[in-house]
């Protein structure tokens, strides 16, 4: 099933911008059960729109993942938008941060330099109080003359973009220039762009008539390339918890603007790094509801997925006994708030499983995160079990 879809969007789209996709590498399957998604039915909306892009009844599908730092550094995320755009077209990059301005960690895929005075904000720092978009993270200003420049580096212009929202909130009547273009307004949210040709770097530059009382926020950008196939909106930030998750000011709003079909949360690791004695199970239970909440407040018939945490242990020694309190929640949740899981704990072998990882060369030192191969395998295990749903549904 996988390969007639590679060869429907190969014959049907053979203009569009090859992907620059290597092989994953010959990773040895664990020797424990691979583990099916619970409550697939709950994916039944996010299929159908998936069998209207195939027909080509339908442009593109899109699909939000949201996270922590295993989605920022994007090695995990990056993994699943190739196999996805393999298989079912490039529509473009989708939503992206960059986070080498805030000094952070992020995708390699472009490079990114700023003028001007720029202060990154986090919602995962108890001192920031916002706003914040959809990631967490917001680049602020308050010099009329700020901008930065990004540059993708991909050879095979598989980033290349023709339209472009820009995310921001000014309070005054400051706007961003793009290229030289002034966007159009999106209400509440920023500005969309539209290009006469292919681009591949961007220009952002601020325009402003005011001498003061002038701030700029920054959030994010989503880019399309207007072919048809799969948008995979990477929504990842370093330390962020469910609990963080909710200060994020514009979160419904900027993802109503993305119109995801299907949203995948990976969240809990830093909500339950801590001794079982300070974690509390109520609390977390309350902010996962709220989340689920916010979600469905974008769309009430999105697809929503959840993949439980992976094992860990904090200071490399103390193992992790809150992960089953979590996947407890998390299932149960899935019942009453009809969304589906991906459970990747057990998948991963369980309790004390990471250490395992670790021998195989898939974990870091750490015990908490995932090498670039670990991260890869994630991916590939997370795409082919949502696929093989998928391909029984229509058996």
Not at 116 to 139: C, E, H, M, Q, V
Not at 167 to 187: H, M, Q, V
Not at 266 to 278: A, E, I
Not at 345 to 363: D, L, T
Request: positive net charge; charged residues 20%; aromatic residues 16%.
């Amino acid at each position: 099933m996988k390969h007639l879809f590679t060869f429907f969007f190969s014959f049907l789209y053979l203009s569009q911008p090859l992907l620059a996709f290597s092989k994953l590498p010959e990773i040895e399957n664990p020797s424990f059960q691979f583990k099916n998604l619970y409550n697939v039915q709950y994916l039944r909306s996010f299929f159908v729109k998936l069998d209207a892009l195939v027909e080509g009844k339908k442009f593109y599908v899109n699909i939000a993942h949201i996270g922590d730092s295993h989605i920022q550094a994007d090695h995990f995320t990056q993994t699943c938008r190739k196999l996805w755009q393999q298989d079912f077209g490039n529509a473009g990059r989708g939503f992206f941060f960059p986070y080498q301005l805030a000094s952070s960690n992020g995708p390699t895929s472009f490079i990114a330099s700023s003028t001007g005075n720029w202060k990154a904000n986090r919602s995962t720092k108890y001192s920031d109080n916002g706003p914040f978009g959809l990631t967490g993270i917001s680049l602020t200003t308050q010099t009329k003359t700020s901008g930065f420049k990004l540059a993708f580096l991909d050879s095979f212009s598989s980033d290349d973009f023709i339209e472009l929202d820009c995310f921001y909130k000014s309070i005054d009547e400051t706007a961003p220039r793009i290229n030289g273009l002034k966007g159009n307004t999106l209400p509440e949210v920023g500005s969309r762009f539209f290009f006469d040709s292919l681009q591949r770097n961007i220009t952002l530059k601020l325009e402003s008539n005011l001498a003061a009382n002038h701030e700029f926020s920054f959030f994010g950008f989503n880019a399309k390339n207007g072919y048809p196939g799969v948008l995979y909106h990477s929504l990842g930030l370093n330390g962020a918890s469910v609990k963080s998750t909710l200060k994020n000011t514009y979160f419904s709003e900027h993802l109503k603007i993305l119109s995801p079909h299907l949203v995948i949360i990976s969240l809990g690791t830093n909500d339950g790094f801590m001794p079982q004695s300070k974690f509390c199970s109520p609390c977390f239970e309350n902010d996962l509801r709220q989340l689920i909440a916010r979600v469905k407040k974008s769309n009430e018939k999105v697809s929503i997925l959840l993949t439980t945490p992976g094992d860990s242990y904090r200071q490399k020694k103390y193992h992790n006994y809150n992960n089953p309190e979590i996947k407890r929640i998390i299932i149960k949740l899935a019942d009453e708030m009809h969304f589906a899981v991906w459970d990747f704990n057990q998948w991963m072998g369980g309790e004390f499983s990471m250490k395992k990882w670790h021998s195989k060369g898939w974990a870091q030192n750490d015990l908490v995160h995932f090498t670039k191969a670990g991260y890869k395998f994630m991916g590939q295990q997370l795409y082919e079990s949502i696929l093989e749903a998928y391909e029984k549904r229509m058996d």
